[in-house]
């Protein structure tokens, strides 16, 4: 008898973990640009004059851009007024229209990757926080800045 109860709970204990690893599995293959022509939005704004995002869904809150990125998200913005309080990101692994740039996949480092960006002949780091949008870094990124 207690046999045939320890079987039925490591059975249900099986059935929810399968459940719970579909879910997450299912979950970020639905963040994945790579597996269609999603295209993910993120809203920026600037704090200690640093810019920075928060996306709860992926478990971030007041995310830096750091290291070339900032100055590249600086040029974007340049026509959106007060884009400092906030603008939308869009962003793709694959063109869209409208799109104003095009990052170029360059090199791993520390965790993040290095993207060439040839409309402003300058290089950025993304942070490991890419990871939560992409499951490998995208050769290609393709984005547009928009006011709020």
């Known amino acids: ?67 070339g990125i900032p ?15 906030g603008f939308r990101l869009l962003f793709s692994a694959k063109p869209f229209p409208g799109h104003q740039i095009e990052l170029t996949w360059l090199r791993p480092e520390t965790g993040g990757n290095w993207y060439r960006c040839e409309e402003y002949q300058t290089e950025g780091w993304l942070c490991p926080a890419l990871g939560r949008y992409f499951a490998d870094p995208p050769a290609k990124l393709y984005a547009r800045a928009e006011a709020l």
């Open 71 to 85: 100055q590249i998200l600086d040029r974007l913005t340049s026509d959106i007024t007060n884009a400092d309080r």
């Open 1 to 67: 008898m207690r046999r045939d109860r320890a079987l039925w709970a490591l059975g249900v204990f099986l059935i929810v973990l399968g459940c719970v690893l579909g879910a997450f599995i299912y979950g970020r293959a639905q963040r994945s640009p790579q597996l269609g022509n999603a295209i993910l939005i993120l809203e920026p704004y600037k704090e200690s004059n640093t810019w920075v995002f928060d996306d709860p869904d992926a478990g971030l809150e007041r995310e830096p851009f750091v290291a």
